[in-house]
T-cell receptor
Framework: RKEVEQDPGPFNVPEGATVAFNCTYS??????FFWYRQDCRKEPKLLMS???SGNEDGRFTAQLNRASQYISLLIRDSKLSDSATYLC???????????FGTGTRLKVLA | GAGVSQSPRYKVAKRGQDVALRCDPI?????LFWYQQALGQGPEFLTY????????KSGLPSDRFFAERPEGSVSTLKIQRTQQEDSAVYLC???????????????FGPGTRLTVL
C-alpha cells in the first residue's frame, strides 16, 4: 500500500462546476501537508499548504483531518485553466523529503 | 528572481551509457532534493542534501545512482550503465532549509527527461 493515496481520475467537469479531490496518508508522523499542481510536461508548483484549521485561497479550499489521516481540496467555479494534475504531498516536518501521491487528473470542459 | 534550473532538459542515452544531470538550486537555499517521476506517477524521492552533506540517500534505486553537491550549491546526479527502467523525468527541488518544525516549501526545477534506448 502506498504511503499517500489519491484517486488518479481523470475527473472531467464542466466549466463552473465544483470538484473535490481526496487524499489519504498512512504515516501518522506526517506533519506538513501540501497540494501541488502539475501541468503536462511541467514541474510541480505549490498550490497551497494545508493547515489543521482548514484554509482557503480564492476558489480553492483545503482541509486536513488528522484523526482520519485525510486531506481534501475543493475547487469552486472551475476554469479551463484549472485543467492539470493535482498532487497531494505529505512530509514529516521541516526539511524532510516530500512523499507524493500519484496525482489526480482534472480536465475542465468548455 | 531565478528559480531552480536543470540541464540538460532532455537526454537520450543508449543502454549502458553513463549520464550526468545537473541542478542549480535557488541561490541561498540550503536543502536540495532529487526526485524521479515515471510516466503517470507522482515524483519519488531519491536523495537529499543539506549544504554539501548528503543526509539521506535511501531512495536511490541502485548503486548505479550517485549524487553529489561538493560546494553546497550545484548538484549532479549521475547514473552509470543506464538501463531502460531508468527512463523517467528527474526533478530537482530546493528549499530554504528552515529546520525542524517549520513548513519548508520545496521549489522544483523543470526536470530532465531521460530516455534510455
Amino acid at each position: 500500500r502506498k504511503e499517500v493515496e489519491q484517486d488518479p481520475g481523470p475527473f472531467n467537469v464542466p466549466e463552473g462546476a465544483t470538484v473535490a479531490f481526496n487524499c489519504t496518508y498512512s504515516n501518522s508522523a506526517s506533519q506538513s501537508f501540501f497540494w501541488y499542481r502539475q501541468d503536462c510536461r511541467k514541474e510541480p508548483k505549490l498550490l497551497m499548504s494545508v493547515y489543521s484549521s482548514g484554509n482557503e485561497d480564492g476558489r480553492f479550499t483545503a482541509q486536513l483531518n488528522r484523526a482520519s489521516q485525510y486531506i481534501s481540496l475543493l475547487i469552486r467555479d472551475s476554469k479551463l485553466s484549472d485543467s492539470a494534475t493535482y498532487l497531494c504531498v505529505v512530509s514529516r516536518s521541516g526539511t524532510y523529503k516530500y512523499i507524493f501521491g500519484t496525482g489526480t487528473r482534472l480536465k475542465v470542459l468548455a | 528572481g531565478a528559480g531552480v534550473s536543470q540541464s540538460p532538459r532532455y537526454k537520450v542515452a543508449k543502454r549502458g551509457q553513463d549520464v550526468a544531470l545537473r541542478c542549480d538550486p535557488i541561490s541561498g537555499h540550503v536543502s536540495l532534493f532529487w526526485y524521479q517521476q515515471a510516466l503517470g506517477q507522482g515524483p519519488e524521492f531519491l536523495t537529499y542534501f543539506q549544504n554539501e552533506a548528503q543526509l539521506d540517500k535511501s531512495g536511490l534505486p541502485s548503486d548505479r545512482f550517485f549524487a553529489e553537491r561538493p560546494e553546497g550549491s550545484v548538484s549532479t546526479l549521475k547514473i552509470q550503465r543506464t538501463q531502460q527502467e531508468d527512463s523517467a523525468v528527474y526533478l530537482c527541488a530546493s528549499s530554504l532549509g528552515l529546520g525542524q518544525g517549520a513548513t519548508d516549501t520545496q521549489y522544483f526545477g523543470p526536470g530532465t527527461r531521460l530516455t534510455v534506448l
